[in-house]
């Protein structure tokens, strides 16, 4: 009796020790959950707790409920949480600029286009320009390129500068190519002003665009930010929490700076300097910034233009235009001078490069300065038509695959036309660069593709459209899987950004970055991934959505 006594005695403080024993506070617990942490293993969890803006603990829910407490407690109803999504390679510039813009995205024919235009110049009569985005005269009729007259027509003393789906092309009136005095103008390098006999037709390409650009005057730094502010809401919305801004002016970075010190943005920066071929240097020369969520680190060179536009440079003619090939936008050996340059700094390089022929020689030029298993996570922007021969300089450089997915499913209509049967094979190949490169970076190229992130899961690993065309998928041998798609979006996007360390997954000391979905993207038929619902979107362990 005595030694049973000892026993209840012993067990009745062990409890009273347990219960009293206070629970740590944390900022907030979310539990009952279907947690995708994205971590080395990709396991899967019930519940973690936040604290000072990072993931303290993750964990099952009976750990963490046990371990602690919380004014703020979410119960997730076993739905659906992942990281924060990361697009690795967009423009958040221009997706602000685009909110003040005509949105020309889907327009069926050139009429409707003028339709577009009207409309909003009745909303904004008094603009000094009209600035419209998003034509593609590839879903029109006629697919050739338009021309300027019934623009004339119809806004004969009001400039109008309207831009290709690509960016890489751009529609002008007379008005608008008269202030850049293009009749005078000899074609650019790594550029096209379109004539038929010596007049322009309106059309510009690729480094022509830049002559009618500088002409039209910039928003007010008051009006900027408030553009980049809704910007950022509308990432916050479809559950982007880190940005890849590929392709900076100088100018845009330094506002960037201002708002990030001001606290005026929390959405993740990471900030590409486009290059300039006179100022780079100076760049280099003041080094890499790095500012709460601003990140300043990186290159972003323009090697070659879009397939859409016939810009990307290819190995051989395209198929729909027996005499071009696309063309470089810098001379060869000024962008091997650029690259040996920067290959002796610390300074990440990301070109673009879109037809075989540029992939080639860019690829080449990584693995003439960089040696094998080199830290430097140098990119290839978009790397859309890659010969297979070129596979492995991927490989033996460390380079890093950054694509688009829905560029896929929005060219598929007409890529077969600019390259035939053969060459389509190698283009938009995901599946075969990731196993060349061990990771992809994935992004949206927005506003050249839409905003949304889970349009490019879907287009990764369905390889259809909305429409879910074609049936079966597209080139289907390139799809990815559903977890390589998610790591696309988040830990190799991080990692393409060298913010792996904090960013990507739902880790211990991990920034507190994660969305909650309605629906688990990893289980649900493919077809409902696009309509998914963002539930909640948090940043720095505060909910922004």
């Given at each position: ?395 033996s450089a460390s380079l890093i695959p950054s694509v688009q997915p829905s560029h896929a499913t929005s060219d598929m209509y007409w890529a077969k036309d600019r390259l035939g049967n053969d060459r389509l094979r190698y283009a938009y190949a995901y599946k075969q660069l990731l196993r060349a490169a061990g990771s992809l970076a994935l992004g949206s190229d927005f506003p050249v593709e839409d905003i949304n992130p889970l349009y490019q899961f879907h287009a990764a690993v369905a390889r259809t459209d909305k429409n879910g065309k074609p049936e079966g998928g597209f ?9 390589e798609a998610l790591m696309g979006l988040t830990r190799w996007a991080a990692y393409a950004c060298f913010q792996d360390d904090r960013k990507g997954s739902i880790e211990k000391e991990k920034q507190a970055d994660f969305i909650w979905l309605e629906k688990d993207i990893m289980k649900i038929p493919l077809p409902e991934i696009r309509n998914t619902k963002i539930r909640q979107t948090w940043v720095n362990g505060i909910r922004v959505h």
């Open positions: 009796m005595k030694t049973l006594s000892a026993l209840l005695i012993n067990f009745t403080c062990l409890s009273l020790f347990v219960c009293c024993k206070q629970k740590e506070q944390v900022d907030l617990i979310l539990h009952h959950a279907t947690i995708y942490t994205v971590d080395s293993t990709c396991s899967v969890q019930q519940a973690f707790a936040v604290k000072d803006g990072k993931f303290l603990d993750i964990g099952s829910n009976r750990s963490i409920l046990g371990r602690y407490e919380s004014r703020h407690v979410i119960d997730a109803k076993n739905q659906a949480v992942y990281p924060g999504l990361y697009d690795a390679h967009c423009h958040f510039f221009a997706l602000a600029h685009g909110l003040h813009q005509v949105n020309l995205v889907g327009a069926n024919s050139m009429e409707e286009v003028i339709e577009r235009v009207k409309t909003f110049r009745m909303k904004f009569p008094k603009d000094a320009w009209i600035i419209g985005h998003g034509w593609d005269q590839n879903l029109w009729t006629n697919k050739n390129f338009p021309d300027n007259k019934e623009l004339n027509t119809v806004f004969p003393d009001v400039p109008v500068y309207l831009s290709r789906i690509d960016g890489h092309a751009a529609l002008a009136n007379n008005t608008a190519l008269q202030l850049a005095n293009i009749s005078l103008q000899n074609q650019p390098v790594g550029g096209l002003i379109v004539r038929e006999g010596n007049m322009p037709t309106g059309v510009l390409i690729d480094n022509a665009m830049d002559l009618v650009q500088q002409k039209i005057p910039l928003p007010s730094e008051a009006q900027l930010t408030e553009l980049l502010l809704e910007a950022e809401k509308a990432c916050f919305s479809v559950g982007l929490t880190s940005l890849g801004d590929a392709g900076l002016s100088i100018e845009e970075i330094d506002l960037l700076k201002k708002l990030y010190k001001q606290n005026r943005l929390r959405i993740g920066e990471y900030a590409m300097a486009m290059l300039d071929t006179a100022t780079f240097r100076d760049v280099v020369k003041k080094g890499m910034y790095q500012h709460g969520q601003l990140t300043m680190r990186s290159f972003k060179i323009v090697a070659d233009g879009a397939l859409g536009s016939r810009g990307a440079c290819l190995l051989h003619p395209y198929s729909d235009a027996a005499t071009q090939q696309g063309f470089l936008l810098q001379k060869p050996a000024i962008l091997d001078t650029i690259i040996r340059e920067l290959a002796q700094t610390d300074f990440q390089v990301n070109v673009h490069a879109i037809g075989d022929s540029t992939n080639r020689f860019i690829l080449h030029t990584f693995n003439k300065y960089l040696k094998n298993n080199n830290t430097k996570r140098w990119r290839i922007e978009h790397a859309q038509i890659v010969q297979p021969d070129d596979y492995p300089l991927f490989t080139q289907v041998e390139s799809a990815l899987t559903r977890e």
